[in-house]
T-cell receptor, first 111, second 111 residues
């Protein structure tokens, strides 16, 4: 089955700097890759996703890139703000199977 | 507004007791999922359902059961609670191949 590895497990950046979180997956048939943000005491919320027919997707300060050959995808957050501090999860699926999640990255943005 | 709710939000129980956690969604999603979240393990799939009367085991299903008698609800039952089942439990729902939406979570403590 699918296995998703996520790095780093913790990340501290200065406010205004960029943050990058990387994930690798094992199943070459996976075709949907969402990213979730989880704030303290809340459930995960989708922030951006990408499908295998696209190499990059942007939404304001957030972008995701996908390299199907290398089987990895990354989350990029530019101009980080204190409210970006949270735990971020990547996930992968073939679409007809449940999401498989990485173990999460705790991002701290230092003002 | 359509939503997904979980109850109770907090529960303390004793070893050996049967516990049922409720999950209710009003989106008319056919897919529903139960995860547990523990430090260092991320989100691990317990059980999932692709429709009424359909249930499937996930990665960590031992000691848990679910039943799906209608579209809106997927209750999770711990048949005989164990201390190892102390965790935060999240329910999620989705349409086929699309985004999963998570509930706010239930914090369960087994003493």
């Amino acid at each position: 089955g699918e296995n998703v590895e996520q790095h780093p497990s913790t990340l501290s950046v200065q406010e205004g700097d960029s943050a990058v979180i990387k994930c690798t997956y094992s199943d070459s048939a996976s075709n949907y890759f969402p990213w979730y943000k989880q704030e303290l005491g809340k459930g995960p919320q989708l922030i951006i996703d990408i499908r295998s027919n696209v190499g990059e997707k942007k939404d304001q300060r957030i972008a995701v890139t996908l390299n199907k050959t290398a089987k990895h995808f990354s989350l990029h957050i530019t101009e980080t703000q204190p409210e970006d501090s949270a735990v971020y999860f990547c996930a992968a699926t073939r679409g007809n199977t449940p999401l498989v999640f990485g173990k999460g990255t705790r991002l701290s943005v230092i003002a | 507004d359509a939503e997904i709710t979980q109850s109770p939000r907090h529960k303390i129980t004793e070893t050996g007791r049967q516990v049922t956690l409720a999950c209710h969604q009003t989106w008319n999603h056919n897919n529903m999922f139960w995860y547990r979240q523990d430090l260092g393990h991320g989100l691990r799939l317990i059980h999932y359902s692709y429709g009424v009367q359909d249930t499937n085991k996930g990665e960590v299903s031992d000691g848990y059961s679910v039943s799906r008698s209608n579209t809106e609800d997927l209750p999770l039952t711990l048949e005989s609670a164990a201390s190892s089942q102390t965790s935060v439990y999240f329910c999620a729902s989705s349409l086929t191949g699309n985004t999963q939406y998570f509930g706010p979570g239930t914090r369960l403590t087994v003493l």
